[in-house]
Nanobody, 115 residues
């Protein structure tokens, strides 16, 4: 059972930046994919960005050029660097990890973009 703990959320003004972290309880090398999803107040949970075990990244069109996903395997941690934040980025952000047999979710961290 992989435990995922997110951190780094908060309140930021439009145009600002935040970095989210997701620490896994075991080596990320055992996982085939990790990613970030988000869910706004009236929206379904949607994929924001993902990174495969081979380092291939994937982004939602709405965040391309503004967000960057990265991994530090030595720390078993995945990051989401968010820039040029917009009010519509406001959501609870969830870390996700997939092994060959299971899918894991973190508890989520709130990101609020507001002036």
């Amino acid at each position: 059972q992989v435990q995922l703990v997110e951190s780094g959320g908060g309140l930021v003004q439009p145009g600002g930046s935040l970095r989210l972290s997701c620490a896994a309880s075991e080596s990320t090398r055992s996982l085939i994919n990790m990613g970030w999803y988000r869910q706004g107040p009236e929206n379904q949970r949607e994929l924001v960005a993902s990174i495969s075990s081979g380092g291939r990244t994937n982004y939602a069109d709405s965040v391309k050029g503004r967000f960057t996903i990265s991994e530090d395997s030595a720390k078993n941690t995945v990051y989401l660097q968010m820039g040029s934040l917009k009010p519509e980025d406001t959501a609870v952000y969830y870390c996700n990890a997939r092994s060959w047999l299971n899918t894991y979710w973190g508890q989520g961290t709130q990101v609020t973009v507001s002036s």
